[in-house]
């Protein structure tokens, strides 16, 4: 019975050991997920297929006066024309745009800063949404939205819940009847006395509820703000440049669509960070390993095996030592062939041209060679 109660208590222990590791590694990883989404670099995106994207470069910035301007770099916004809109749109990627604007509807001058899509109608200025820099992938298209414009209408909740508008699992419920809201509280009181109270303020109460209603109304109909959505097309000529166009907008001019070509959609491999280990250094590494491997592992096998000592326990000793030999043989092969190249200043070369220029036959050679032989012998 001890001996059962005893492993139990080790099962018990064992469990606990567990579950606080497990708590501490979610611990962890919780920590790593809010340290990595504040260092999420803007109008860059990673799509889930390992595809990356980098729009950094098409988004126009400000040059100050006097200042060159970057090389390969937009200096200005860009624009996409309306048709039959009625109005043209200025834009700019991940960035608010270069030209300041003023004066626009229904946005708080501390924002206009801010603006990175608008568009002037009648001598007044609406804004398409602030600054984002989030890019979206979904599938091969990559979306940005901008959001927070100008205002542009109203919506109601209570009418969308009644036409069915409301999916299983939404966060919001609709407007429950009047006469749920009078059964609860009815419910909810527990004596005859209170229902009978109830009822003789029932008619002072009907106004109250009528005004409740009015107030109730007036703040389901929330005010609505334009917002820009921009889907990114992949073109690989570099010589045309990013180019935006307008598509259309929704009936009742709150959701515009924008499509951009740009050499930037299309998908890259993610470069190499600083702190990690790039490809070149992971070759490095195996490289190394590899060597390790070789050097050990033949040292072991001449020494326990061969029963070599000294330097001859290396593998291939007799490869690796007669490299040297090989490469010197290789110098004095090149050496003394490009000597044949380097003019001579004696010899018997030297004998055989004639002061005209012109080669003596080999009868003259020999004479000449006779003649100097017997003058040495004397």
């Avoid at 229902?195 to 409740?212: A, I, L, P, R, Y």
């Avoid at 992949?234 to 259309?248: M, N, V």
Wanted: hydrophobic letters at 30%; proline letters at 4%; glycine letters at 8%.
């Amino acid at each position: 019975m001890k001996i059962h109660t005893q492993a139990f208590l080790a099962l018990a222990a064992l469990a606990g050991v567990s579950l606080a590791a497990e708590e501490k590694e979610s611990s962890s990883t919780k920590v790593v997920s809010s340290t990595t989404s504040s260092t999420v670099t803007p109008c860059v995106a990673t799509a889930t297929s390992g595809a990356f994207y980098d729009l950094r470069p098409d988004t126009a910035v400000v040059v100050a006066e006097g200042a060159k301007a970057p090389k390969n770099v937009p200096t200005e916004d860009y624009l996409a024309r309306g048709w039959d809109y009625g109005s043209n749109f200025t834009l700019n990627i991940c960035g608010a745009v270069v030209k300041r604007v003023g004066d626009v509807e229904g946005v708080e001058k501390g924002s206009w800063k801010n603006i990175s899509a608008y568009y002037e109608h009648e001598g007044k200025t609406y804004s398409l949404g602030l600054q984002s820099g989030t890019l979206i992938p979904r599938g091969r298209k990559l979306v940005l939205q901008y959001s927070g414009g100008s205002p542009c209408g109203l919506s109601d909740d209570r009418s969308r819940d009644r036409r069915g508008g409301v999916h299983e699992g939404a966060a919001y419920r609709p407007y429950d009847n009047e006469d749920d809201e009078e059964e609860s509280k009815s419910k909810s009181k527990g004596s005859d006395k209170e229902v009978t109270e109830k009822e003789k303020e029932k008619d002072k109460g009907k106004e109250e509820t009528k005004k409740e209603k009015e107030k109730g109304k007036e703040k389901a109909k929330t005010a609505r703000r334009k917002s820009a959505t921009i889907s990114f097309l992949c073109d690989r000529d570099p010589e045309i440049p990013t180019a935006a166009s307008f598509i259309g907008a929704d009936p009742d001019e709150c959701a515009y669509f924008f499509e951009v070509r740009s050499q930037h959609a299309c998908a890259g491999v993610e470069p190499h960070k600083p702190g990690s280990v790039g490809p070149g250094s992971v070759f490095a590494i195996i490289l190394l390993i590899a060597v390790l491997v070789y050097v050990v592992g033949g040292v072991f096998y001449q020494r326990t095996v061969a029963h070599a000592r000294g330097w001859r326990q290396l593998p291939n000793y007799s490869l690796w030592s007669g490299i040297w030999g090989f490469v010197k043989d290789v110098f004095i092969i090149l050496t003394s062939s490009c000597a044949r190249f380097l003019p001579s200043r004696r010899g018997y070369r030297t004998l055989s041209i004639s002061p005209t220029g012109r080669n003596r036959n080999r009868e003259d050679e020999n004479r000449l060679i006779d003649q100097l032989d017997e003058e040495w012998d004397d």
